[in-house]
């Protein structure tokens, strides 16, 4: 029996979906077992009955469901202005290439974010994390991208710095100041790259402000060649690397990620047999972004059978940001990857747990409610995981805890 200590706290009368791939029930749900944590990190679980009836910090849960804190792995949650207008351009039948080809686009946001101060910025995405955090979120990724210059791009990630001081979740902050070719830069996007390797990248890296490096490797982005040198630069600094790739076009670039061993390749929809082959040999996670196929109305779905036939693990994450994917919601991310992707409820609960985990290289201390984890879990008014995706308007949220503590 576990040994316990007079401060450990036991949360106790619950069903527990601990999304331990070791444990093969559906969601690797555990009843009659009590969840033992020990500051900020989940101690045992235990059979109830090996339980002291008199240690005296016990919390009865009255047989709700526990899961894991969720994760969203793909944000773009700092950012200025908003890209209303544009939405209804393409409504009116203005194609995104167009519209990115005329300055609009990502250009618009960088327009906007570049002249917004660092408080106007913190209170924009203030109010956005506390609509993920209020749908059970713990831990999320937020990327730069929308500076495009050294100065824009450090005070984007110094406000994600800021939200993650300022709230109890776990901000992952990642570097895409390759997001797209800043309108100084319009005739000479090479020149642009050797300034993100040499001199943007290098220097935030050094103030620690991020802790990944991203690319957006597409035909209105950057090239596979210019992606690598990226890859290349980061990988000399010793940074790891993840690509938005596959997402308009098939440029090979899930391949080239895998390639240096990246964490994860994302959006994917026209990821072919061979980018599929390479994720699988690296280990690189495939990040589903269904906000963005279906706010751009696309069609061509990401390979998910191929996916599943070769064991790469699968993440699901909202892709917040204002031209693509303006959903806070990752309950509705999950419903979207299940209807039009074709994803069971159990994987897309996998995909916002475990594997998100692994895209973000926190795959050993989140994503499961496991011995040795994180404490970040979240309590529900809800008999069954697959609750939260079937009704994604309703929020049976009862408890949210975060390294330990409800918040």
């Known amino acids: 029996m576990q040994q316990l200590h007079p401060d450990d706290a036991v949360w106790r009368n619950a069903r527990l979906a601990t999304m331990d791939p070791d444990n093969h029930s559906p969601y690797g749900l555990l009843s009659d077992v009590a969840l033992i944590v ?66 609009g686009g990502i250009n618009a946001t960088v327009t906007a974010t570049r002249s917004s101060d660092p408080e106007t910025l913190l209170t924009l995405a203030q109010q956005r994390l506390h609509r993920l955090m209020s749908e059970g979120v713990t831990t999320l990724e937020i990327k730069s991208g929308y500076g495009l210059n050294a100065e824009a791009e450090e005070k984007m990630l110094r406000v ?65 060649t210019q992606t690598e040198q990226v890859f290349q630069a980061a990988t000399a600094l010793g940074i790891p690397v993840k690509g938005h790739v596959e997402q308009l076009s098939n440029l090979g670039g899930a391949a080239l990620v895998s390639r240096y061993q990246g964490l994860s390749a994302d959006h994917i929809e026209y990821l072919d047999d061979a980018g599929v082959n390479a994720m699988a040999q690296s280990g690189t996670v495939a990040v589903l972004l269904p906000g963005a196929f279906y706010f751009l109305q696309e069609r061509q779905r990401p390979p998910v059978d191929p996916l599943r036939k070769r064991g790469v693990p699968i993440a699901v994450a909202t892709d917040y940001n204002p031209g693509t994917s303006p959903f806070a919601s990752l309950h509705l991310a999950m419903n979207m ?3 039009q992707f074709g994803l069971t409820p159990e994987e897309a609960w996998a995909g916002v747990t475990r ?10 201390t989140h994503g499961q409610l496991k011995a040795g984890f994180t404490a970040d879990f979240v309590i529900w008014d809800a008999q069954n995981p697959v609750e939260m995706i079937y009704e994604p308007g309703r929020n049976p949220l009862y408890q949210r805890v975060f390294r330990g503590k409800v918040t």
């Open 160 to 224: 994600a710095q800021r939200l993650g001081q300022q709230n109890p979740v776990e901000i992952s902050a990642t570097l895409l100041a390759a997001h797209a070719v800043p309108a100084e830069f319009r005739h000479d996007a090479d020149a642009y790259i050797k300034l993100v390797c040499e001199h943007i990248m290098p220097t935030l890296w050094r103030q620690g402000l991020f802790e990944a490096v991203d690319v957006f490797c597409e035909s209105v982005g950057f090239t596979p």
């Open 38 to 103: 020990r500051g900020d990190t989940i101690l045992a679980l235990i059979p109830e009955s090996d339980v002291p009836p008199d240690h005296r910090h016990q919390i009865d849960l009255q047989g709700r469901l526990v899961t894991p804190g969720l994760i969203d792995c793909h944000t773009h949650l700092v950012f200025g202005g908003n890209r209303a207008a544009e939405w209804e351009q393409r409504l009116n039948g203005v194609s995104y290439q167009s519209l990115s080809a005329q300055g």
């Open 355 to 364: 594997h998100a985990a692994r895209a973000l290289g926190r795959a050993h």
């Open 337 to 339: 990857a299940c209807v």
